[in-house]
């Protein structure tokens, strides 16, 4: 079992920044994380993931602005989020899924935290 609490979202002016936490708890270890939005109307869509390896992937529309990091020592994910777009705008939601699933495939994602919620306006 594995539980994911997000935390940092908030309301900016577009071109601002936002770091979001995702604290992770369980049997971690063979799990792989990622960032989820998910906009009023819109199905989610995968923001960033970051495999067993430490090899990270982004969303072409947040290539060069979103980076991902991680604290091993405090089982902690986190999103750097520069450049911020009103279309950023949309609840974040921290995801894991067993690596044997494939962590590359957003729909096998089947461990979420309860979302965080980021507003940039224009």
């Known amino acids: 079992q594995v539980q994911l609490v997000e935390s940092g979202g908030g309301s900016v002016q577009s071109g601002g920044s936002l770091r979001l936490s995702c604290a992770a708890s369980?049997?971690?270890?063979?799990?792989?994380l990622g960032w989820f939005r998910q906009s009023p109307g819109q199905e989610r869509e995968g923001v960033a993931t970051?495999?067993?390896?430490?090899?990270?992937t982004y969303a072409n529309s947040v290539q060069g602005r979103f980076a991902l990091s991680q604290d091993n020592a405090e089982n902690t994910l986190y999103l750097q989020m520069n450049s911020l777009k009103p279309e950023d705008t949309a609840m974040y939601y921290c995801?894991?899924?067993?690596?044997?699933?494939?962590?590359?495939?957003?729909?096998?994602?089947?461990?979420w935290g309860q979302g965080t919620q980021v507003t940039v306006s224009s």
């Open positions: 995801g894991a899924v067993y690596y044997g699933l494939g962590c590359n495939a957003d729909d096998k994602y089947n461990y």
């Open positions: 369980g049997y971690i270890s063979r799990y792989c």
């Open positions: 970051i495999n067993l390896y430490g090899r990270t």
